[in-house]
């Protein structure tokens, strides 16, 4: 199975102020169609996962432009240009390059 | 828009059973694999299986395989999860998402199953 390893797990930060989560696997997600299947999940409190980024970089519909995903190969990088208080909760990594799909621990940001 | 409804949470005893159900809408519902995923009290995201859209091929985490069964109703535009054997590691909220080329992209809110004597 492919881990998902988080840094950091905790992310205080003051509002206004950027914020940065690395996702590193165990092994590469390219998939062999060229794609690479690592996207990246908030979790509010309370409330179910909501997709943020897909294929490392990739905005989903109707989330805000301050979220930004990079990276290729092992490592991937989620970026908050200026965190504003609704970003507070659990961010997740996720591949589905290859079954079974797996999950970073999570990394819970928070408001200094 | 797209809705994700589960259902069919609830208390049960280990080594006992329960069916979830995920009615969906909004989408073609036929037209997309769908995922399981749960999510033990206070801890993450687990994976748990995926159904292709038509039902032909079906992925199970090792820690349920064998004990959960994924199904689907295209006609009925719901997705199942048959879940026998339980045991107290499986007590967790379930969500059902969908599925758009690899990428889990709506989910539901989840459902709570409790297994405890």
């Known amino acids: 199975d492919i881990v998902m390893t988080q840094t950091p797990l905790s992310s205080p930060v003051t509002l206004g102020q950027p914020a940065s989560i690395s996702c590193r696997s165990s092994q590469s997600l390219v998939h062999s169609d060229g794609n690479t299947y690592l996207s990246w999940l908030q979790q509010r409190p309370g409330q179910p996962p909501r997709l943020l980024i897909y294929k490392i970089s990739n905005r989903f519909s109707g989330v805000p432009d301050r979220f930004s995903g990079s990276g290729a190969g092992t490592d991937f990088t989620l970026k908050i240009s200026r965190v504003e208080a609704e970003d507070v909760g659990v961010y997740y990594c996720?591949?589905?390059?290859?079954?079974?799909?797996?999950f970073g621990q999570g990394t819970k940001l928070e408001i200094k | 828009q797209v809705q994700l409804v589960e259902s069919g949470g609830g208390v049960v005893q280990p080594g006992g059973s329960l069916r979830l159900s995920c009615a969906a809408s909004?989408?073609?519902?036929?037209?997309?694999?769908m995922h399981w995923v749960r999510q033990a009290p206070g801890k993450g995201l687990e994976w748990v299986a995926f159904i292709r859209y038509d039902g032909s091929n079906k992925y199970y985490a090792d820690s349920v395989k064998g004990r959960f069964t994924i199904s689907r109703d295209n006609s009925k535009n719901t997705l199942y999860l048959q879940m026998n054997s339980l045991r107290a590691e499986d007590t967790a909220v379930y969500y059902c998402?969908?599925?758009?080329?690899?990428?889990?992209?709506?989910w539901g809110q989840g459902t709570l199953v409790t297994v405890s004597s």
């Open positions: 998402a969908s599925n758009w080329g690899g990428i889990l992209d709506y």
């Open positions: 996720t591949q589905a390059t290859q079954f079974p799909y797996t």
């Open positions: 909004g989408f073609t519902f036929s037209s997309y694999g």
